[in-house]
């Protein structure tokens, strides 16, 4: 879920989403933040929240890369 905030989900985010409890990600402490600015608006910087989101869901497609590549 997008969140317009600099550094990681607000803790009161974080605990209205405990109330899923029933999601997996909620249930194994597995929400993501990617900043709202990288996927609110079509452009560019769309690539950006969409890489964040894939290494989340698929870490181990970006085994290979150096670190420096990494975001």
């Known amino acids: 879920f997008p ?3 600099a550094e990681g989900i607000p803790e009161e985010d974080q605990q209205q989403w405990r109330r899923w409890s029933s999601l997996s990600a909620v249930k194994h402490n597995r929400l993501v933040h990617v900043p709202s600015v990288l996927v609110d608006r079509p452009g560019p910087r769309i690539v950006e929240g ?7 869901i698929h870490p181990e497609a970006f085994t290979g ?3 420096k590549e990494k975001p």
């Open 3 to 5: 969140v317009g905030t």
């Open 50 to 56: 969409l890489e964040l989101l894939a290494r989340a």
């Open 65 to 67: 890369e150096s670190q």
